[in-house]
């Protein structure tokens, strides 16, 4: 496994972000039917795709049909062309607080992290970050759920807390992710844990959030209180989770850790996958996104909106 690790030190030099707007599916599985194979979407013309969760309450909803969703782009109605509710492959970086305060909590957050992988599909790949002092990539992304245990359960805390950085670095292996499978579509996600503010890094909040604005990444976010935490970095958190239509999640003891991971996991397997072209093609720039169901105290989340470029059409 040692060749898969990579350390990052210092400052982060990453290739332009892919754009997440343009995506088009080739391949399609039925919307409907008892088979939950996981689909396969390629690339092939401008599409914007979306990863929506609907929920009432606290409680995830499934089962809805095409027609209960409308997609806003910039307040204007968009013609729904790709639809499904099937699981789709999934790309997870779990990024792992490997701080000095971490070290008391270690054993049990490598448990939860652990029992997170095992609800991988065969489909799925992964990577696992530590951040501390620097930020580490230990296990590139793989299908093999036995190097992503090593990698999680062989991490050993010590120094300071390099948040900003690990995300930053995250976002720049999906990138590099897209490029070496260029044409496959799937539903990626960030999951943090950490349990106080970035005191390593030479990034900010604002940098990040840049980044993931201009990604299809979810981010989310479990904070573990008891570390120190701040008003800037709560706010960051979140605003990274509103971004990219993910969450943050504070738990008070590792042992909540199990149960969190497994709302990730329930959720990331039950979204809906929605597609189409804009209908303002030629306008650059930030374009806002709003989904809307017609369903009874359902509401939906996704990513708060994309930056249309000269690749979009």
């Known amino acids: 496994m040692a060749s898969d690790r990579a350390q990052v030190v210092g400052a982060v030099n990453v290739p332009p972000p892919r754009l997440a707007a ?16 996981q689909t396969v979407f390629r690339t092939a013309t401008d599409m914007v795709v979306l990863n929506v969760t609907a929920t009432r309450g606290q409680q995830i909803v499934g089962g809805l049909p095409r027609e209960a969703f409308t997609v806003l782009e910039d307040g204007r109605p968009q013609e729904i062309q790709v639809f499904s509710r099937d699981p789709q492959p999934i790309a997870l970086s ?5 701080s000095t305060s971490m070290e008391d ?12 992988i095992q609800r991988l599909r065969p489909d799925d790949i992964a990577q696992v970050v530590t951040f501390n002092d620097s930020t580490e990539i230990r296990q590139a992304f793989t299908a093999d759920q ?18 900003y950085t690990a995300l930053y670095v995250a ?64 706010f960051a958190l979140r605003s990274m989770a509103q971004a990219t239509g993910g969450r943050v999640m504070t738990v008070t003891s590792a042992a909540e850790l199990p149960a969190i991971y ?21 306008r650059r720039g930030w374009r806002p996104l709003t989904v809307r169901i017609d369903a009874p105290g359902v509401v ?8 249309a470029s000269p690749h979009t059409r």
């Open 146 to 163: 036995r190097q992503l245990e090593q990698a999680i359960r062989t991490a050993q805390p010590h120094g300071s807390t390099s948040l």
């Open 22 to 37: 343009c995506v088009a599916v080739l391949a399609v599985a039925a919307t409907s039917g008892p088979a939950k194979a």
């Open 300 to 307: 939906a989340r996704t990513r708060a909106g994309y930056l």
């Open 105 to 116: 909590r270690m054993t049990l957050a490598a448990d939860a992290a652990v029992g997170f």
């Open 94 to 98: 779990l990024l792992i607080d490997t």
């Open 262 to 282: 497994t709302q990730i996991a329930d959720e990331l397997a039950t979204q809906y996958t929605i597609g189409y072209i804009s209908n303002a093609p030629g």
């Open 171 to 234: 976002f720049a292996e999906f990138e590099r992710l897209g490029r070496q499978t260029r044409g496959d579509v799937r539903r990626q996600a960030i999951v943090l844990l950490s349990d106080g503010e970035d005191t390593a890094g030479l990034l900010t909040g604002d940098d990040v959030l840049e980044r993931a604005r201009r990604s299809d990444v979810i981010v989310f976010a479990i904070v573990l209180r008891g570390g120190s935490t701040s008003t800037s970095y709560d």
